[in-house]
């Protein structure tokens, strides 16, 4: 062991992964709560002065990265049921920053959008995380990032990963990828 190592600085690279420990794994989960406390704590504390919380902002979102989502396709990728989201759901409608109309097509379906409102909300959430995410991305570098990348989706399941791959997808149709 280096003495980098020793000191609990970076391990080296190389270092076989596959033969994690319990102790790494923990370090793991660790590293996740700590990293998602301090990751949502700006944004929380913007929401609560509104008297919102974690859920209004997944919604904000989700809403906001896919115009025009059914409630269906909504409460698929937020993985909640129906009534979870309406007590989330109809008092956004109610205050403003969500839109709801019926399907051109199938007039049963609920498509969702944001307002202007609630554009610049969640617009104001993405800026207070984002300052987070690119001064993480600075210090750990290109590989690192791309390692986080294919971590994060090894994390998810295939409903998750199906719903990541129609944001990406999205994302390029509009040249944002």
Do not use: C, W
Not at 18 to 25: G, N, V
Not at 115 to 122: C, F, Q, V
Not at 128 to 150: C, S
Not at 152 to 164: K, V
Request: no cysteine; aromatic share 6%; glycine share 12%.
């Amino acid at each position: 062991m280096d003495s980098e190592t020793a000191r609990g600085g970076a391990q080296p690279a190389g270092r076989n992964l596959l033969f994690l420990r319990e102790e790494e794994l923990r370090l793991a989960q660790d590293l996740l709560f700590f990293g998602y406390r301090d990751f949502t704590a700006g944004a929380d504390a913007i929401l609560a002065d509104l008297g919102m919380g974690r859920a209004h902002h997944r919604v904000l979102h989700f809403v906001g990265r896919r115009p025009g989502i059914t409630v269906g396709e909504l409460l698929g990728i937020l993985a909640i049921t129906k009534q979870s989201l309406g007590r989330v759901l109809t008092p956004m409608i109610a205050e403003g920053y969500v839109t709801q109309v019926p399907g051109q097509v199938d007039r049963r379906q609920r498509l969702l959008s944001l307002t202007d409102k609630g554009a610049a909300l969640e617009r104001r959430l993405y800026e207070r995380q984002r300052e987070t995410v690119m001064q993480a991305y600075r210090e750990a570098g290109p590989q690192a990032v791309e390692g986080f990348r294919r971590v994060m989706r090894g994390l998810m399941g295939p409903d998750a990963r199906a719903a990541l791959a129609q944001l990406e997808a999205a994302a390029e149709r509009e040249g944002v990828a």
